[in-house]
């Protein structure tokens, strides 16, 4: 704007030289409520957001857990999600192409998953005595794989096609655990699964809230629903996920806090 000479009152007299669409701008920019610290807020939760699911960086980095692996829980293994978390980590490096494996030692994957040696051992054997891992190469040339076929005959289901076994291994519906989630040894198993089926919701193209039936979500999972109300609970009070009533009867919705989960995540990366 420029200043034009003051009047005889000692007023001062202002000539409007910014344009319309300026204007327009500038009043769209202050809304009522619109302050510094709202847009630093809102800018960070944008910043919080960017960081959960950038599949660039070490934050977006995840494990897929299929429900269709889940489904081994009811098996003759019997699988623990502990131990579902080690399978799909070596299944990850397959899931786009079948003929791919791990190309890992077992020193490496304990980091990754954030567990002890000796934890890992367990779980892999217990992996091997059901031969659903097989393993190939020794010292650094190691190389893990997943047994899809033998995964598919413990949960009961026949393929004759090898293409349509993978689909049904690799292209469902899955839990998106993220590495940071893995890592952070204050939440279970079961807490870690949850958060995963919960991020994928919040991570997908179209992002929306978890809302799903504690019975329904228990059943999915394999676990009971007292479990999976605790583990709600004990994910919303460490503000990981915010909960939100619809109706008493109505099941609740359930969804990712940013920010949270970027001031936790940045500490187990």
């Not at 934890?119 to 031969?131: D, G, I, M």
Request: charged residues 25%; positive net charge; proline residues 4%.
């Amino acid at each position: 704007m420029d200043v034009n000479g003051a009047p005889p009152s000692g007023r001062s007299t202002f000539k409007n030289t910014i344009s319309k669409e300026d204007f327009a701008a500038l009043l769209a920019q202050s809304k009522p409520g619109d302050t510094p610290s709202s847009n630093s807020s809102h800018a960070s939760a944008l910043n919080a957001e960017s960081w959960l699911k950038d599949s660039s960086a070490d934050s977006g980095r995840f494990i897929a857990l299929p429900l269709s692996m889940l489904s081994l829980r009811k098996s003759e293994a019997k699988l623990s999600l502990s131990e579902l978390l080690v399978l799909a980590y070596i299944h990850g490096f397959q899931r786009r192409d079948p003929l791919k494996g791990c190309h890992s030692n077992a020193k490496t994957i304990a980091e990754a998953l954030g567990i002890s040696p000796s934890a890992l051992s367990k779980r892999l054997q217990k992996l091997k005595n059901f031969a659903l891992i097989k393993k190939e190469g020794h010292g650094e040339e190691i190389t893990y794989r997943v047994d899809e076929a033998r995964w598919a005959e413990l949960c009961g289901i026949d393929f004759i096609d090898a293409r349509a076994l993978h689909e049904w291994t690799s292209r469902g519906t899955f839990c998106r655990v993220p590495f940071w989630a893995i890592r952070d040894t204050d939440l279970s198993a079961l807490d870690k699964v949850l958060f995963g089926y919960i991020f994928s919701f919040f991570a997908a193209k179209e992002s929306k809230p978890f809302r799903v039936s504690t019975q329904n979500a228990a059943d999915q999972l394999a676990v009971s629903k007292s479990k999976l109300r605790v583990s709600l609970e004990k994910l919303t009070s460490l503000n990981l996920v915010v909960k939100t009533v619809i109706s008493p009867r109505a099941p609740a919705e359930y969804d990712v806090n940013p920010q949270a989960c970027m001031e936790r995540g940045t500490k187990n990366l």
